[in-house]
């Protein structure tokens, strides 16, 4: 069969998507299109080209040698597309999730790519937490975010790119009149006996609970037990007014209401964040918001590791080999 004249645009992102999710129905999920409709494309491409690029199963879908083939040049084709339509002021916004906006290290990353790239629409989320944001992440709802990679279950990972940013000092939010808050430093000796929020229970942070777990074991330190998620500075305040736990947090962290952020020391707990995507992101403002981490990461020496800080060997090691 002679090669088309030409292929639609469409057809490729159909195919560039199934390829990534190796799954039909993740895929239409992604492009916002009806499962059939996406077989449809997938099939009249197929057509087109005179090749099979998928092998579909009950159980899987897998790419055959012509779709290994096919997908680098589908995938220059779309970033060029993709590039054109950027030129002419028509590119989708790139859709960051900052977890939170108490948290200061994903917001100075994205005002920076935003002076890198001015002609780009970059748009805040806030998805409270990385295990919320990689569901949103494979599905093709946000395109990037924040969190500790090494968290997140096997399988998530497997679909994410990630970049190193930052070694975060911990912290702990006391009430106001905590006899701990009296202290401009909080051992962690200190918090022996204590009880700490740490997110038990919420089904988008399971990551910084299960940090919280490994940093407290053998301290005497007690992880609480789980609470309604509040939502809004009010009823997080009301919710802490009631319980007087603790709270385990990161050093950035602003103190909402009577409480005070305190830096934990000896040793200095360390929470590894890295700049999460999805496997294959093709978008204009991806090169900036990566570029932009890296140099507010060097600027500010966030991946400079303290001596003695504390980090536990499965996130050191996934935070060495990155994409």
């Known amino acids: 069969m002679p090669a088309p004249a030409h292929l639609d645009p469409r057809l490729l992102r159909a195919f560039v998507t199934v390829a990534e999710e190796l799954h039909f129905t993740r895929a239409a999920t992604r492009l916002y299109v009806a499962q059939q409709a ?3 494309d997938v099939r009249r ?55 939170s ?8 990353v994205l ?9 780009q629409e970059l748009m805040a989320r806030y998805e409270s937490g990385l295990t919320g944001a990689a569901a949103e ?23 994410l790119g990630h970049q190193p940013v930052r070694y975060e000092p911990m912290a702990v939010l006391l ?29 988008r942070t399971p990551e910084w609970t299960d940090l919280a777990h490994r940093l407290f074991e053998g301290r ?9 998620v509040a939502v809004g500075e009010e009823e997080f305040q009301r919710v802490m007014d009631k319980t007087r736990n603790p709270i385990l947090a990161v050093a950035g962290f602003v103190a909402i209401g009577p409480t005070v952020v305190r830096p934990l020391v000896d040793p200095v707990p360390l929470s590894p964040v890295s700049l999460v ?37 499965v996130d050191a090691a996934v935070m060495s080999v990155h994409n």
């Open 101 to 108: 906006p108490q948290l200061d290290t994903g917001r100075l």
């Open 277 to 313: 995507w999805r496997k294959g992101l093709v978008h204009p403002a991806f090169d900036a918001l990566r570029r932009a981490a890296a140099l507010v990461a060097a600027e500010k020496g966030w991946l400079h590791r303290p001596s003695g800080g504390w980090i536990p060997a």
């Open 220 to 228: 005497g330190i007690e992880v609480a037990a789980p609470a309604p």
């Open 175 to 203: 009430p106001g009149d905590h006899p701990l808050a009296r202290l401009p430093e909080v051992p962690l000796a200190a918090l022996k006996g204590e009880t700490l929020y740490a997110g038990a229970g919420n089904p």
């Open 45 to 99: 491409l197929e057509g087109e080209l005179g090749a099979e690029l998928f092998v579909r199963t009950t159980r899987q879908v897998t790419l055959t040698a012509d779709g290994e083939r096919l997908l680098p040049y589908a995938r220059r084709v779309l970033r060029a597309q993709d590039d054109l339509l950027a030129a002419f002021g028509q590119a989708r916004p790139l859709l960051v999730d900052l977890n």
């Open 137 to 159: 992440l494979l599905a093709g709802r946000v395109d990037a975010s924040f969190g500790r990679f090494a968290g997140l279950a096997p399988a998530l990972r497997a679909g």
């Open 38 to 40: 996406l077989s449809r």
């Open 111 to 119: 005002e920076r790519a935003r002076g890198l790239a001015p002609e």
